[in-house]
Nanobody, 114 residues
Framework: VQLQASGGGLVQAGGSLRLSCTAS????????VGWFRQAPGKQRELVAT???????NYAESVTGRFTISRDNAKNALYLQMNSLIPEDTAVYYC?????????WGQGTQVTVSS
């Protein structure tokens, strides 16, 4: 059982990044899979989730700037991040479900410089 997140990096404020998450099995084909993030000294927080029918839900702080999408054929999940700000700096994690249990990827670091 593996979730692999990628696409993080260092970007200037106002820039964009696209995160990808791929998985073995059907982990990312479940309902309400999504992206979370954790900044240093803070708790992990929801960024965006997406239902099986591709209805998205966003944290207020990223609404209008981030877009979550999924490709069930590729068992993949994406997060397009635009207009990045320093407050978006965090380790980003993708979450899926393996036989109903939450399954997390290893995280990818996103750093936004001012």
């Amino acid at each position: 059982v593996q979730l692999q997140a990628s696409g993080g990096g260092l970007v200037q404020a106002g820039g964009s990044l696209r995160l990808s998450c791929t998985a073995s099995g059907n982990i990312l084909r479940s309902n309400n899979v999504g992206w979370f993030r954790q900044a240093p000294g803070k708790q992990r927080e929801l960024v965006a989730t997406i239902t099986s029918g591709s209805t998205a839900n966003y944290a207020e702080s990223v609404t209008g700037r981030f877009t979550i999408s999924r490709d069930n054929a590729k068992n993949a999940l994406y997060l397009q991040m635009n207009s990045l700000i320093p407050e978006d700096t965090a380790v980003y994690y993708c979450k899926g479900y393996y036989f109903g249990s939450e399954t997390w990827g290893q995280g990818t670091q996103v750093t936004v410089s001012s």
